[in-house]
């Protein structure tokens, strides 16, 4: 088949915010406990004298991730952060009701300031609108952000932290809508509550930047709650997983997720307008994104997904619609970072870096800065595709005439044109001609994600089943570049 990008550096879309590389770490599972820390170590230098474990710092630092978002989830939602700060011997096990393990209480507030300190990342966090109260809301800000003379500030310098931490998101709940969520409410009640709960939150610190919890973008929920809240907030939450076992299925319903954006985004216009909200401009916070399938997944929870270069594919088509609706997406978190559906697996000896962490990690080094836009030609897929939260897909299905199956986005940062190209074909490389408008440096550099298999996963045993191969090609190749069927390549031009 044949393929052509056509694309021009001054066009530019928006800029892409940095927060979009975000990640998310939930108390589920074996994501804190044996993921980024590990108290019970023996091995000699996998974990420092905090517990934290050096392989999987390392690997999360690489993607160099802005904010990481904490404690969940569905976790927040019967979570009591005060259980969780002062002396270890004191803090009390608790039963958890979103994933029915214990909890206990070891890595809390302080521990995950340090461990953000220690990664160079932003702290995010979530607040339990489920058993939680106002007050406890209150108390958490007050104790991660002020330098007041007052109790909660007191209690952070008495546990040995004299400057506050300035956390700047915070989240008004998670998943809210959810049947599964403890203090399910309707968006009415929610709205009403979230209200009053983001006022007091900002008179107490008026530089906090508030997370309104949305659902995918598509449901009346979004409606209700952005007209709602929009005076309030600065960011609106949705999640969406998408999965399938059929290829094609697997690596198409990604297009969900940008018509969610989209979807989204015209929403919070709507709202900004009949709610004369002029001053405010509140971004998308996609703060849970991935490829997962609970049934299909194996391990504690349905959470220890094992990757194959299908999902690699399908992460790489998540990179390009962040890039692609840069404008109106403020931050993404992929969910989540460590062994619960996770670019990073570990034992309690060995690390593993799956499949879809190389097409993270190069859109987390090279998709940075201006968005471009493009036109792209080529064959489409017209049959089945599906999604995790599956009504969703179809409605799409009837509304866009075809998929191409050229996935591209491209980026513009210091001098250097990065163009992402996904061929989503099952059966045909696609014959690409680049058309760049400018002025180019001779040597391209491409980095490719390849299996001949679309089941290939990376194991303990064979680690690097799927990596990312480097190559330097002439500008005049571009000319005619074959995409691989089923592959990444990501293009570095440097302009002249
Ligand atoms: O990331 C796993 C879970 O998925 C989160 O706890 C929840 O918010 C979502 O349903």
Redesign the pocket.
Known sequence: ANGLIKLDPTRVIGTIDDKVYSG?L?H?GRCIYGGIVDFDCTVPGLTNEKGYRLDVGKALKDLDMPVVRYP?????SSYHWLDAVGPKENRPRRPEL??LGEESNQFGTDEFMEWCEYMGTEPYLCLNMGTGTLDEALAWVEYCNSDKNTYYANLRRKNGHEKPYNVKYWSLG??VW?P??VGQMTAEDYSKKAFQWAKALKLLDPDIKLVACGKDGLDTWDFTVTQALITQIDYYSI?L?TSHEEYYKNVTCVAAAERAIQITSRLLDLATITQKAYDKHVKICFD?W?V?D?MRAPGHLG?EEKYTLSDAIAVASWGNLFVRQAPTVGMANI??CVN??APVMTTPTDMLLQTIYYPFLLFTKYMRGQSLNLHVEGPTYKGETGAFFGDYMKWIKTTEPAIMLLDVSAAKKDGIVSIAVVNRSLEEDVVTAFELEGEYKEDVVTYSVYNDDIAAVNTYEKKDVVGIEEKTVKLSELKSFTVKKHSFVMLRITQA
Not at 72 to 76: A, E, L, P, Q, S
Request: no cysteine; glycine share 12%; charged share 10%.
């Open positions: 998310f939930e589920m969940g989830g569905n976790f927040v979103a994933w998670n998943e959810g599964w969520q999640h997983y849970e991935n997962w609970p959470a969910a989540q619960v559906i």
